[in-house]
């Protein structure tokens, strides 16, 4: 039976509107464009973009051009009838410009006079960006590989090898032609390395692994390597390769370096010290001399004692010092400073007569005994008092020389102070006094008396600090805290 005519129009209306809508509301933007690249329609998207579309060329009114697009999909698509796709750029009227993949299809006519083709845009502007920072972020990481000073290695979860570096290649002595192999690294690392780095959960760290070249030699380097994982799943893994075979090499040369300082320091400070007990010693025999010319046998005998008792710190001595630099162990015993002080002023007795050399001793008499190195402690207030004594070597010859020692106690310190009013040490040698080898007494000097004073008394838990003005004299002030003392062993 047949339809009436007015449902078929009816049916034929709502179709039409139907259409009609999915056009307008279709979320991408479409237009109508015939044979000579005039929009003749455009759906609400498309308008909204712009101004006018409707009449106007679409390379003009889509992308402001003069003349039409080269690579153009909507004149493919008339040629050849075939849906064809593209990127464009649209420029829209405030000046953004959009980046828009293109589909055009035909829409065909009875006279090819008459088609159209429908075009439909999509805007993939931040697709683009996204790209675009994705393959500027590759880029970067790959110049950053490329041209790292570190030889880098990666190698897929197949054991492919993916990267090799120009410095894995410099460092590893292989061209940059050359094909690497997992098979060629294995030999070239550590046995297991790999299969380690493999195998566990965090980073291997060799800092110093010997390594071989392609052609056999040997290297020194620090390897680091990672499995590589990917949203928990492995990909594979790498790992970076630091030369350090020149930091090895320095290292053997500073350690021989030291070893030959340490002799230089070893009998230079030997030196040193036996010409503090020489000094000790002439004491001795000045008491000795003068005992048997007033025929003083007290005198004599202590002239006696003193030469035995600093021969015996001969002995004692070169044998302590031969490990100067080795670890210095300090052996406390209960001693009076004041004792200490006394006994080493009466050791340049002979020193100081023949100088003119007048020594003040301001001993606190109530100071009771603390855990010290007798022999130690001994040796800093030798080395003191030699420094008083060679500071008035040029002075004038009117002034009265004078040498004041001070042993006294102040809130739980014990302070010895060596003073003299002789050629004082000027500011730029006040800084350097207890640098290693630093000496102002030229070859007399070795530059290692205060250097062993200040690590003598920083082994007791002090410091020793030296107030000067140049051609008025110094104070050296060695302060012992109580409470720091090395303990006296059980």
């Known amino acids: 039976m047949k339809e009436p005519a007015l449902d078929l129009k009816t049916r034929f209306k709502k179709t039409e509107e139907e259409y009609k809508l999915l056009f307008e509301q279709v979320p991408c933007n479409v237009m109508i464009i015939d044979r000579n690249f005039k929009i003749v329609r455009a759906n609400k998207r498309a308008s909204d973009m712009f101004e006018s579309l409707k009449g106007e060329y679409c390379y003009s009114a889509l992308k402001d051009r003069k003349e039409k697009c080269i690579e153009c999909t909507a004149r493919q698509t008339f040629e050849d009838g075939l849906q064809h796709t593209g990127n464009h750029v649209w420029k829209l009227t405030d000046g953004r410009t959009l980046n828009m993949h293109v589909i055009t299809v035909l829409l065909k006519h009875e006279d090819k006079k008459d088609d159209l083709v429908m075009e439909m845009a999509v805007d993939i502007s931040r697709t683009v960006k996204l790209q675009n920072s994705l393959e500027a972020a590759h880029n970067y990481l790959e110049s950053l590989i490329n041209t790292s000073m570190d030889g880098i290695v990666g190698i897929s979860k197949r054991g492919k090898v993916e990267v090799f570096n120009s410095a894995a290649r410099s460092l590893f002595n292989i061209d940059q032609d050359q094909i690497v192999s997992l098979e060629d690294i294995n030999t070239m690392l550590p046995k297991g390395f790999l299969a380690q780095v493999s195998e566990g959960m965090g980073h291997v760290y060799l800092p110093e692994a010997e390594l071989k070249r392609s052609n056999g030699d040997k290297f020194y380097g620090r390897l680091i390597g990672n499995k590589l994982r990917n949203l928990q799943k492995t990909i594979g893994m790498a790992f970076s390769v630091h030369d350090i075979s020149h930091v090895k090499k320095l290292e053997k040369e500073k350690i021989e370096a030291e070893r030959m300082a340490i002799v230089g320091q070893t009998v230079a400070g030997l030196a040193h010290g036996i010409k503090n007990l020489i000094n000790a010693l002439d004491g001795g025999i000045y008491f000795l001399k003068s005992g048997i010319g007033k025929g003083d046998i007290k005198r004599i005998h202590k002239g006696i004692e003193t030469l035995v008792r600093n021969i015996e710190r001969i002995r004692t001595f070169s044998k302590a010092f031969l490990n100067y630099s ?50 130690k402690i001994h040796e800093c207030v030798t080395n003191l008092f030699g420094n008083a004594i060679d500071a008035f070597v040029g002075v004038d010859k009117d002034r009265a020389k004078k040498i004041w020692a001070k042993v006294y106690e102040e809130e739980g310190a014990i302070y010895i102070e060596i003073k003299d009013n002789g050629c004082g040490i000027d500011k730029d040698h006040r800084r350097r006094l207890f640098a290693k080898f630093f000496t102002t007494k030229g070859l007399e000097g070795t530059g290692l008396g205060l250097l062993m004073t200040k690590k003598i008394v920083q082994e007791h838990g002090g410091n020793i600090s030296v107030l000067s003005k140049k051609g008025q004299g110094s104070i050296f002030r060695i302060r012992l805290i109580r409470g720091r003392l090395p303990k006296i062993p059980d």
Not at 330 to 354: C, G, M, Q, R
Request: glycine share 0%; proline share 8%; no cysteine.
């Open 326 to 375: 080795r670890f210095r162990t300090i052996i406390p015993t209960l001693s009076n400073p004041a004792d200490i002080v006394t006994e080493v002023a009466e050791s340049f007795a002979a020193k100081v007569l023949e100088n003119e050399i007048k020594i003040e001793l301001q001993l606190d008499q109530k100071l009771s005994p603390a855990p010290l190195d007798y022999e």
